[in-house]
């Protein structure tokens, strides 16, 4: 099709009202207006992040995204690196501290930090399945991190409740992500 008038280029409000004029006539042309919003797809890849995790009782899923909407870092809970998930344990509950996961487990959080494929971090979002812990939020705030968006809070826990101590002193802000109902299915 000639794109030209007289020879000049035409600009790109008479182009766009070409393509509208094209759609109204031709659905077909038209765009698919059903697409997921970025909040979506960051809590979505979040969410696919956590079923990594080989932890029996919590998953959890951690993502940063920088200032133009890239995804800089994902991380879930799991062993430090050559630490066999066979060989450590995965229980809860033990008089010895050294036959629970807590004592070493790294954090979603934290290994979407060290992660990062970023080496600045400063203003980026992090989505979260579950509100940060005191640890994580300590190197949250390290980081320089500008947001926090988490899909569930354990608030009774006095970690959390540490870390949103921490992150209101250092005015980072923290919201609860909004469910929007929207589905998406996913066939591995
Ligand atoms: N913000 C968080 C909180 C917890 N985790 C990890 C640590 C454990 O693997 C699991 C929590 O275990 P639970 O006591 O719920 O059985 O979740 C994390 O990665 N980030
Ligand atoms: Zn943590």
Request: glycine share 6%; with cysteine; net charge neutral.
């Amino acid at each position: 099709m000639n794109n030209t008038t007289n020879g000049v280029m035409k600009n790109g409000t008479e182009n766009l009202c070409r393509i509208l004029e094209n759609a109204k006539l031709n659905p077909e042309n038209a765009k698919r207006d059903d697409y997921i919003s970025w909040e979506e797809y960051f809590m979505a890849v979040t969410i696919a992040t956590s079923h990594r995790s080989k932890d029996p009782a919590t998953q959890v899923g951690c993502v940063l995204v920088n200032e133009d909407n890239h995804v800089v870092g994902a991380g879930y809970n799991g062993f430090p690196n050559g630490i066999s998930d066979d060989e450590y344990p995965w229980g809860k509950q033990s008089e010895n501290p050294l036959e629970t996961k807590y004592t070493y487990v790294v954090h979603a959080e934290m290994n979407a930090i060290m992660n990062a494929t970023a080496r600045q971090l400063k203003n980026c979002r992090l989505y979260t399945t579950r509100f940060p812990c005191n640890e994580c939020a300590k190197l949250i705030i390290q980081a320089r991190i500008g947001e926090i968006i988490y899909l569930d809070d354990k608030e009774e826990q006095w970690q959390s409740q540490a870390a949103r101590k921490m992150f209101d002193t250092a005015r980072i802000p923290t919201r609860k992500y909004q469910k929007t109902g929207r589905k998406i299915v996913i066939e591995l």
